[in-house]
């Protein structure tokens, strides 16, 4: 990227965690180009398009155990449209189901649906009296000092066991990042969380939402970060880099077991839409973005890239001036010492001075860089870090 004045940044965070070839991929360049000649706008209420329905089967052919898609615009109207299809999910199974459980410093976007299963104070607690029903458990990401990641999961599943023993019959879904909550400061946590979410919500016949809105597309290894755990969703919300950022676009996934209560009456339908669902552009860019993600295995390089980056920050892990560093592929987080007023910010200030444009989650200092991100790249991105750590903290 370039500013105003011509100096040249490399971009450590994938713009807003979108990019996955970096910024301008000829392919999907021209894949948007061709669908202009084509068709600009097209409604998806009540119609369907060819880009739409290619989006559909790619996205679907990555998530095995899903089977169909709903469109939204971004992340958050995404998880708007899921929490109220598990909603009705309950209603038309027989049995409304008015709650939700959530963790706490979740972020699932600022709508107000959103906003109610969302667990950080300073963006959410304003607007508690506003929100729908819900049951808050700990973070399994956020662990006491010397406490392992196994034996933190353990303890918040002993309390999801405890909340959904106590009002499991009126959950009508766990909603949850799966192993990595990334606005919280990239809290990442054991799969043995993930697995256990899962038993409890089928065991009390709620459905399990996973949004994989920032972990999707490969940015934690697998395509989706629920694989880690090996388990399948009722729900998955994705968006942001589907796109590769070039436009809005998000999905709702859902098996046919959910799809199927929808069917029978007209009553039943599903009454969401925007004017922008699936806009035919935006589903050009992301059928051209999944398109190289399997041809170019993306898995598989964030697998080499992930290990790279851990062995280069190990030094930036050594010093005192930080804290943790919390990493799931190219996924990371660096605590530094809280030593003054926004050191976060302090550090990507002087990290932008030696050319890498990154942004701070309070003091975790967030590095997420595109999927390809080259070795020279790679070493100029952490070497301006540490060196940045060294000027502030
Ligand atoms: N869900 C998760 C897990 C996110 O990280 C975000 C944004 O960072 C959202 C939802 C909201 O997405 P958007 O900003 O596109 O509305």
């Given at each position: ?65 899903l089977d169909k898609v709903f469109y939204a615009g971004d992340g958050s109207s995404a998880v708007e449209a899921g929490l109220k299809i598990a909603y009705q999910y309950s209603v038309q199974s027989g049995q409304p189901r008015p709650l939700f459980v ?292």
């Amino acid at each position: 990227m370039y500013d105003t004045d011509g100096r040249k940044y490399l971009d450590g965070v994938s713009s807003l965690w979108v990019t996955t070839f970096g910024h301008r991929t000829p392919e999907i360049d021209a894949a948007i180009i061709a669908q202009l000649g084509k068709l600009d706008h097209s409604t998806f209420l009540g119609a369907t398009h060819t880009p739409g329905i290619e989006l559909a089967e790619k996205l679907l052919a990555l998530t095995p155990g899903l089977d169909k898609v709903f469109y939204a615009g971004d992340g958050s109207s995404a998880v708007e449209a899921g929490l109220k299809i598990a909603y009705q999910y309950s209603v038309q199974s027989g049995q409304p189901r008015p709650l939700f459980v959530h963790l706490s410093e979740a972020y699932h976007g600022d709508t107000l649906g959103a906003v109610s299963v969302g667990g950080m104070k300073l963006f959410h607690a304003t607007y508690r009296p506003l929100l729908l029903k819900t049951a808050t458990v700990g973070s399994p990401g956020l662990r006491a000092p010397g406490q392992t990641p196994v034996e933190r999961a353990a303890e918040v599943i002993k309390e999801l066991e405890a909340v959904m023993a106590a009002q499991g019959d009126q959950v009508c879904a766990i909603v949850l990042e799966p192993m990595v909550q990334a606005a919280a400061g990239m809290l990442t946590y054991d799969a043995s969380f993930l697995r256990a979410a899962r038993e409890l919500a089928t065991k009390y016949g709620a459905l399990l939402m996973v949004d994989e809105v920032a972990t999707g597309i490969a940015r934690t290894g697998p395509m989706w970060a629920h694989q880690h755990a090996g388990i399948t969703p009722d729900l998955l919300t994705c968006g942001k880099g589907i796109t590769a950022g070039y436009l809005p676009l998000s999905a709702v996934l859902a098996t046919d077991e959910v799809y199927s209560a929808f069917l029978g009456a007209p009553e039943k339908t599903f009454f969401h839409g925007h004017t922008y669902t699936a806009n035919p552009l935006a589903c050009a860019a992301a059928n051209a973005n999944l398109t190289l993600a399997v041809e170019r295995d993306l898995p598989g390089q964030v697998a080499v890239l992930g290990a790279r980056l851990a062995d280069l920050l190990k030094p930036v892990g050594d010093r005192d001036s930080v804290v943790e560093i919390r990493q799931l592929g190219a996924m990371i987080g660096v605590e530094v010492a809280n030593v003054r007023h926004r050191t976060g910010f302090e550090v990507c200030r002087a990290a932008r001075k030696r050319g890498v444009w990154l942004r701070p989650l309070g003091d975790t200092v967030i590095l997420m860089p595109p999927l390809t991100l080259g070795e020279a790249e790679q070493n100029l991105m952490v070497e301006a870090l540490a060196e940045a750590i060294d000027e502030v903290v």
